[in-house]
């Protein structure tokens, strides 16, 4: 074999093996990410059936260990409400098809007017979520049963002893912990703030492809930016029904709001990028783009020390004050429009930040 081969060889091997590290890190992060999920619809699941047993089953009690499976997410409110719309639901189905079958024989016209019925009653009984299709389906298991009315009692009881266990019990096992996620939402979203900012003052007068390359690249960073916000309001969310976390709730509250306002930030690093697109490439704007490739690199970095500070430490105070200074040289050099418009979006960030500024 020669060096070539061996060489080939030994990249395959190292291929392999960085495959190999790759699908383990995947699968590590899968566990740790719906590992406590899915513990905590085990758990709750045993405790629901061992309740129901303890009430005085006399059958597996198969519908209140459910509940849990259908309920359980990460979040606390989504199970509450899932587990409220679950028992609506039954409650709703059973009478229903009680009914209809005192009314009609099982036929082709019984089912209909079943899932008609289950689907409206639905429509009502949303419990702040989705259409309530265990409405319907409850309804149609009264038709699969030899003893409809049997079947009642049981799926409503089994049912309710399932939700009551899943409301109780969920937010103490393995609770989601807001305050981790939403450091690292304000981390997350502080870094696409800056990667924002200063990549489009380093396009700046390059040429128009990279500046419109780079319209595309801020636009990615204002929807991460966006959906950080949506996921710190889902994590904000958790800490009402989470008993073992409320001793976060000041911290919690401090880290929303900051990603909140990076929220409210990023239209300005749209405005910015879409200004330097369409300033670059133009012969009667070089003078401007030449003053601001000198004045807005350090003028971006001052910035970027008070969105750390307003959004991380809590104290932009300094760094505020230098970006103003910077703000200011830079009006004295220049002052035509385009010049303005490009210095408007760090003004506007600014301004936002500034506990002493107006709102």
Request: proline share 6%.
């Amino acid at each position: 074999m020669d060096r070539h081969q061996v060489l080939l060889t030994a990249n395959s091997r190292e291929r392999v093996r960085g495959q190999g590290r790759s699908m383990g890190s995947r699968a590590g992060d899968i566990l740790r990410t719906e590992g406590p999920t899915a513990a905590r619809i085990v758990v709750t699941s045993a405790v629901a059936w061992q309740v129901a047993e303890w009430l005085g089953a006399d059958q597996p009690p198969v519908y209140a260990a459910v509940v849990p499976l259908v309920a359980l997410r990460g979040d606390p409110v989504t199970a509450l409400a899932t587990a409220l719309q679950r028992v609506l639901g039954v409650i709703a189905g059973v009478a229903i098809g009680i009914i209809v079958l005192n009314v009609l024989h099982p036929s082709t016209i019984a089912l209909a007017l079943v899932v008609a019925l289950g689907l409206g009653t639905g429509m009502v009984l949303r419990a702040g979520g989705p259409l309530n299709v265990q409405v319907a389906v409850s309804s149609l298991l009264v038709f699969a049963s030899t003893s409809p009315d049997g079947y009642a009692v049981h799926r409503l009881w089994e049912t309710g002893a399932g939700a009551a266990v899943t409301i109780l019990v969920s937010p103490l096992l393995w609770p989601p912990d807001p305050r981790r996620t939403l450091t690292s939402l304000s981390h997350e979203s502080r870094m696409h703030l800056v990667q924002g900012l200063t990549g489009t003052v380093a396009v700046l007068g390059t040429d128009p492809i990279t500046a419109r390359a780079n319209v595309a690249a801020v636009t990615g960073h204002t929807d991460a930016i966006h959906n950080c916000a949506v996921r710190a309001n889902e994590a904000e969310r958790t800490i009402r029904f989470n008993p073992l976390r409320r001793r976060h709730r000041d911290a919690v509250e401090r880290l929303a709001h900051g990603i909140k306002a990076a929220g409210r930030l990023a239209p300005h690093l749209t405005t910015l990028a879409a200004e330097a697109a369409a300033f670059t490439g133009r012969k009667d704007l070089v003078p401007v783009l030449a003053d601001a490739r000198r004045y807005l690199p350090a003028l971006a970095a001052s910035t970027t020390q008070v969105i750390t500070g307003a959004l991380g430490t809590g104290e932009p105070e300094p760094a505020l004050s230098s970006a103003r200074d910077l703000i200011a040289a830079y009006v004295r050099v220049d002052s035509r429009p385009a010049a303005v418009a490009l210095r408007r979006p760090f003004q506007q960030i600014l301004d936002q930040l500034d506990p002493h500024h107006p709102a």
